[in-house]
């Protein structure tokens, strides 16, 4: 697995794809490799086959009757929501497989809880967390993809799960079979039809012979003379022999081979050169012609068309004139519609202005209002009139009453001249 082998840094980086840089001060810089971008589909799909060990399907999907992600699926933004219910999901599940007890996380929890839960779990394994919790909330990208690949890691380590050294199948190599003559071919057709079950491998044959030497090695001194008729023997091995054919099999590293193949393909494709070439260079022929014909026909065409050419000319020429002088006069058009536009308003203007003073000239209202005004000014004025001879009388009445006080006063204050001379 390529998990195995790469050391997933939390930033969803591997050692062996970034690089190191001065940046003036001393420290290093680490910069994004170039597959970088790409690595967390890497990570993404050995986080499948990590889940599959866990038999996530079985344990989780069928009991929760959920849908099993792609190999892409939080690498790639499909439905946000969707996406972080089941990155929620799985780090739950993950977490408590690993032996840490956690809360299945329902769907209308707070997510920011939610995250920082997990965060604080994926710490207490020993992993890292360098970036912002807002990383998770979307439920895609690089950062879910190494949350869930680290629990993942914790979980196969809990339950004891270890990485064995792949095994490899053996390649076997395809035989070839070895190109037989044409007379062969014919000579042999109707037996390899008709016994293709029946050859015999000469393989198989040695481990035949080894068998019997070493099971029968104990019968061998009964067989130092032979019992069996030649006549006999000679009828059976011609009643036998269309079933000896023997087939030999052949080496596919053999140069010999090959060699005669190259020589074989060779002189195929040198007979089918001539035969082609002659139909291309006929071809060759039949294109030159044609493409003569075609140049002369072009040149009569042009001379039997030229004076129509030069009149759609002229024609061209004059339709050209008529545009421009068309967008000359269409200019004036449109700047004398425009003056028109503006002494229009103005006289809209005017018009407005005359109906208000006319209105305002035939109207009778202001002439009632002085009306009314002059009645209410001649009553203020007879109650003014009024007040002023009530003021008047009582200011008279005051002053004769004022003027009998002083004569009464001064009557009053006069000594008689007879008490006077009695003194």
Known sequence: ??????????????????????????????????????????????????????????????????????????????????????????????????????????????????????????????????FPPSKLKSGYGEHVCYVLDCLAEETLKYIGFTWKRPTYPVEELEEETVPEDDVELTLNKEEETDNEENFIDLNVLKAQTFYLDTNESAKQEDILESTTDAMEWSLEVERVLPQLKVTIRTDNKDWRIHVDQMHQHKSGIESALKETKGFLDKLHNEISRTLEKIGSREKYINNQLEHLVQEYRAAQAQLSEARERYQQGNGGVTERTRILSEVTEELEKVKQEMEEKGSSMTDGAPLVKIKQSLTKLKQETVQMDIRIGVVEHTLLQSKLKEKSNMTRDMHATIIPESAIGSY
């Not at 082998?5 to 001393?26: C, F, H, K």
């Not at 996530?56 to 792609?70: Q, T």
């Not at 809880?113 to 020993?126: D, K, Q, V, W």
């Open 1 to 130: 697995m390529a998990a195995a082998a790469a050391v997933v840094t939390p930033s969803g980086l591997e050692d062996g794809m970034s690089r190191s840089r001065g940046d003036g001060t001393g420290e290093m810089v680490v910069e994004r490799g170039p597959g970088a971008a790409y690595h967390m589909f890497v990570v993404m799909e050995d986080l499948v086959e990590k889940l599959k060990l866990l038999r996530y399907e079985e344990e989780l999907l069928r009991k929760s009757n959920l849908k099993p992600p792609s190999r892409h699926y939080f690498a790639l933004p499909t439905n946000p929501g969707e996406q972080f219910y089941m990155f929620c999901t799985l780090a739950a599940w993950l977490i408590n497989k690993a032996g840490h007890p956690f809360d299945q996380p329902q769907e209308y929890d707070d997510p920011n809880a939610t995250i920082s839960n997990i965060l604080s779990e994926l710490r207490s394994f020993g992993r890292t967390a360098d």
